[in-house]
């Protein structure tokens, strides 16, 4: 029998950047199958040399938030340097249909998913049977039969469920707590001690803040950071740009003393002044965008491009179709205090960025393309295809306020060491030491941006000259590689 040679590939001359170490200089890089083999000056090997020189070479970006389940999302997220994109705030049941889905279809980017805490309430609560479907998942957020509190039984049953799923290899529990927000505070400390017992990291979207809503049963920072306090528990929170919206000073403040205190307390953040979600989600009701200082006019409907003109149309929208895709403008990019809200979110120490990145659709009801470059007319929000180039021209090139070193530790590094307890395998990501996964982005640094827009949100973002996943050219030259489907699945293995 012939033995298949391993696929070699020596990436000469560029500027390596290695968040693992600390590395940042001329070097080169020999991939061999799906690992790292070396990194130094003068490699020499049997390989397919590609010239980098002039271009920035580190690992591969992983997104800890990305509810883009389909071929051609993770196609734009490749092109915006992402490796491994992995959908942990909302997450999917049953988490082995997930898998089994995305495995049957193929992905050009690895991917996984956390236990669904929205899903299994659901299913408890309200006897809706989750079938492992983003569009499912997005009709069912403005149902109020199950953001109700619990009765013990129910706790117990929907707990029990979560724990099946960590067994199943769910990277976590993902807790939507701001679409259940009047819902008791106990059941949120018990997901805290259930997540502690297994081992694995909780990704919550917070509940409203009291400065929004002084009736609120707990504020949403406050909340997590208490829970992470009490049980030990490692709890991320998610897009704290868009639930922290003009009380982004205090929320970080907050974090930054309960992790001073030893709480395991991590942040995300992404570099829009809008969200996205399903219109029928709690905090879109018109009372409450009242309390946020929004007025309907701030919701965009995805499908149409309507922009709501009263309350009176809200409701109607959210009572006819609540699970229909729409943005909700938080923050006034264009004003200069707005945007440096957002600029101070990103730039909270040890914050990762992550994107939200949202489906893909297309108004012939297409959620799925394998063209490639994608249809015109497809509908998404535009940090699905530029988050990460987005923030690299804020952060790097227009402000200076990182070093490209800093970039791979938020963008790379750091996102994967959330993950090293729950999924061992999360160990050979976001770095690029001999023996780490060969999953690889080179950028052109003097032009990497974004420019996806609210318009036109599927264009790619322009700087990614070369994206190896597992050593599979995934963007070779600048060009997508429409035969690449290497991804593969990031699985847990809770204690």
């Given at each position: ?11 000469r001359g560029g500027r390596v950047v ?198 609120i049963p707990v504020d949403g920072s ?168 987005k923030t690299l021209r804020l952060m ?100």
């Open positions: 029998m012939t033995r298949r040679r391993r696929v070699r590939t020596l990436l290695d968040p693992g170490t600390g590395f940042d200089g001329v070097a080169d890089v020999l991939l061999s199958g799906g690992t790292i083999e070396a990194v130094g000056a003068g490699l020499t090997a049997e390989a397919t040399e590609v010239d980098v020189s002039g271009l920035v070479v580190g690992p591969g970006f992983v997104d800890l938030h990305s509810h883009v389940h389909s071929v051609a999302g993770q196609r734009l997220q490749a092109m915006d340097g992402v490796t491994t994109a992995l959908d942990l705030e909302a997450g999917l049941m049953p988490v082995e249909r997930a898998y089994a889905e995305a495995a049957a279809a193929g992905r050009p980017l690895h991917y996984g998913f956390s236990a669904s805490w929205g899903a299994a309430r659901a299913q408890v609560l309200a006897g809706i049977e989750p079938d492992a479907n983003i569009d499912s998942g997005l009709a069912v957020l403005g149902n109020p039969a199950w953001q109700r509190s619990s009765t013990p039984t129910e706790l117990a049953a929907w707990l029990s469920l979560l724990d099946t799923e960590l067994t199943a290899g769910a990277l976590g529990i993902g807790v939507l707590m701001g679409y259940a927000p009047q819902s008791a505070p106990a059941e949120f400390l018990a997901v805290a001690h259930l997540a502690a017992k297994a081992g694995v990291p909780t990704y919550t979207h917070v509940r409203e803040l009291v400065e929004v809503d002084p009736a406050e909340e997590i950071v208490a829970a992470a306090g009490e049980t030990g528990a490692a709890m991320h929170h998610c897009h704290v740009n868009s639930t922290s919206g003009h009380h982004i000073d205090r929320v970080l403040a907050t974090l930054d003393d309960a992790r001073r205190a030893g709480s395991r307390v991590t942040v995300e953040a992404y570099p829009y002044g809008a969200g996205s979600t399903a219109v029928g989600a709690a905090f879109i009701e018109p009372e409450r965008l009242r309390l946020k200082g929004l007025r309907p006019s701030s919701v965009v409907i995805l499908e149409t491009g309507e922009r709501v003109r009263d309350e009176g149309r809200l409701r109607q929208l959210r009572r006819d179709d609540p699970g229909a895709p729409c943005l909700l403008e938080f923050l006034d990019e264009g004003n200069p205090r707005e945007r440096a809200l957002l600029h101070r979110a990103l730039a909270f120490p040890d914050a990762v960025v992550a994107s939200d990145a949202m489906p893909v659709s297309w108004p012939d009801g297409r959620s799925e393309s394998t063209e490639w470059p994608l249809p015109p007319g497809g509908r998404t929000h535009p940090r699905t295809a530029g988050t990460f180039a790097v090139r227009e402000t200076h306020a990182w070093s490209w070193l800093e970039a791979f530790r938020r963008c790379s590094y750091l996102p994967s060491r959330l993950l090293d307890d729950v999924a061992p395998a999360a160990r050979g990501k976001g770095h690029l030491g001999a023996g780490a996964d060969a999953d690889i982005v080179v950028l052109d640094p003097d032009r990497v941006t974004d420019t996806a827009t609210y318009a036109d949100p599927t264009r790619p973002s322009q700087g990614v000259r070369h994206l190896y996943v597992s050593g599979t050219p995934v963007v070779s030259d600048g060009t997508l590689n429409t035969e690449a489907l290497p991804g593969k699945p990031l699985r847990g293995e809770p204690r």
